[in-house]
């Protein structure tokens, strides 16, 4: 089991970056995937989930308007879009994997309900 993620730089405010998150070894359309981020001396926080808001993507507050999560089964990857960045932003960015039906999740839910983790990804948004 991989999770490959990839896409994370140095922008200014105001930019874009677009991340991606490879998955390998088990049954991509059969699992919720999701962006996490971990900012600097804070605990790892949800981003966005792709179909735990019964069935569609959702996203945590702060980015609402501004990220959006897809994927494409074809290609076993999922995608984060990011537009409008801020310096709060700022963070190692993570996917994870967690089967589908097993768990309730939603875009609450901790990182702990989560099998399986890429090897993260900086975002830094500076001037």
């Known amino acids: 089991v991989q999770l490959q993620a990839s896409g994370g730089g140095l922008v200014q405010p105001g930019g874009s970056l677009r991340l991606s998150c490879v998955a390998s070894g088990f049954a991509f359309d059969r699992h919720e995937i999701a962006w996490f981020r971990q900012p600097p001396g804070k605990e790892r926080e949800s981003v966005s989930c792709?179909?735990?808001?019964?069935?569609?993507?959702d996203y945590t507050d702060t980015v609402k308007g501004r990220f959006t999560i897809s994927k494409d089964n074809t290609k076993n990857t999922v995608y984060l879009q990011m537009n409008n960045l801020k310096p709060e932003d700022t963070a190692v960015y993570y996917c994870?994997?967690?089967?589908?039906?097993?768990?309730?999740?939603?875009?609450?839910?901790?990182?702990?309900?989560?099998?399986?983790w890429g090897q993260g990804t900086q975002v830094t948004v500076s001037s």
């Open positions: 994870a994997a967690a089967e589908s039906g097993t768990r309730f999740i939603d875009i609450n839910s901790s990182y702990r309900v989560y099998d399986y």
């Open positions: 792709i179909s735990c808001r019964h069935g569609s993507p």
